[in-house]
């Protein structure tokens, strides 16, 4: 395993996009260790004197410009071997914010209620790092657990560039809060190489992010990557220390919620060797299925089933 690090540049980032045909800028092997510095946000959402303004961030949004509307994304990383139809395994060993500031906004016609907010409005919220707590506009203070909202491989070549707005098989902006040291994601690969980028750094986040954005701000991740070739996934899936996670993505919440469940009882027959009936009625007695977020055009719905019940009948 070799340990790798790759910061937040000019020459690392990625603005708005996702596409297959992006030259990766660090390539590695299965099981190699990767250390990635990300940052969020263009120069509007920037803090007054008295918040600290990364180096990197300056230099990236001074040099680049974004393809798409779309986050700043750190990669693409290649995997040597990665070909279409094997997946990633991807264990997320730490998370930390890199800064004393995250921003929230609000933007017209976006978000859950965009009748009911028809305007601009942008926080900054500081973060004590030593105390691991934001403390809020009006003072008051909200736990830190921070985690990279977009974590994605490229789409199928045949899509080109695409936003990195809205979920999809390959990842991307999940949102899924649950995404923290000691979750494994699993995301199926679509591109040689596969082409792993991360991104939209939250230091904390509601299931839903209702208002469309977070507590938005620069993370630094290490992350181990390993290639599986005895895999085959159809969507992102997530394991942490004690619970399985399928996902749905759709402009439908309903279809999305659809889609998790699904791929839920896939997995839980294919675990257990249980019909499928019986696995869809245990999903009805003891899976929660959860609102991921409902604001980036593809809903995310995500759900969630004890590893203590996957016993092998």
């Keep these: 395993m070799t340990d790798h690090r790759l910061g937040s540049t000019p020459e690392t980032c990625h603005w708005g996009f996702f596409d297959a045909a992006l030259p990766p800028v660090l390539s590695i092997r299965s099981g190699d260790r990767v250390t990635i510095e990300a940052i969020s946000g263009g120069r509007d959402?920037?803090?007054?004197?008295?918040?600290?303004?990364?180096?990197?961030?300056?230099?990236?949004?001074?040099?680049l410009t974004p393809r798409m509307r779309g986050h700043l994304l750190t990669g693409p990383i290649a995997v040597e071997g990665a070909e279409p139809g094997h997946v990633l395994e991807i264990h997320i060993e730490t998370v930390e914010c890199r800064q004393d500031w995250a921003w929230t906004a609000i933007h017209p016609t976006l978000g859950t209620l965009p009748e009911d907010f028809p305007m601009r409005k942008l926080w900054h919220t500081r973060l004590d790092r030593a105390r691991g707590v934001a403390i809020l506009p009006w003072g008051t203070e909200l736990p830190l657990a921070p985690f990279f909202g977009v974590m994605g491989v490229a789409p199928p070549s045949v899509f080109g560039a695409v936003s990195t707005i809205e979920p999809r098989a390959y990842g991307g902006n999940i949102d899924l809060k649950e995404l923290v040291p000691g979750t494994v994601l699993y995301l199926p690969v679509f591109a040689q190489g596969a082409l792993f980028s991360v991104g939209d750094g939250h230091a904390a986040q509601g299931d839903g992010e209702v208002c469309l954005t977070a507590l938005e701000t620069a993370l630094e991740g290490r992350f181990r990557i390993v290639l599986r070739k005895d895999l085959t996934l159809a969507l992102p899936r997530a394991e942490t220390p004690t619970h399985w996670i399928t996902m749905g993505f759709d402009p439908d919440l309903d279809d999305a919620a659809k889609a998790a469940l699904r791929d839920m009882i896939d997995l839980i027959a294919a675990t257990t060797g249980l019909p499928r009936e019986d696995a869809?009625?245990?999903?009805?007695?003891?899976?929660?299925?959860?609102v991921t977020q409902l604001v980036d055009g593809n809903k995310g719905v995500h759900a969630m089933l004890a590893k203590s019940l996957l016993a092998r009948r």
């Design 45 to 63: 959402v920037l803090p007054p004197e008295g918040f600290t303004r990364l180096p990197d961030h300056l230099a990236v949004i001074e040099a």
């Design 280 to 290: 869809y009625m245990l999903t009805s007695v003891a899976c929660d299925l959860r």
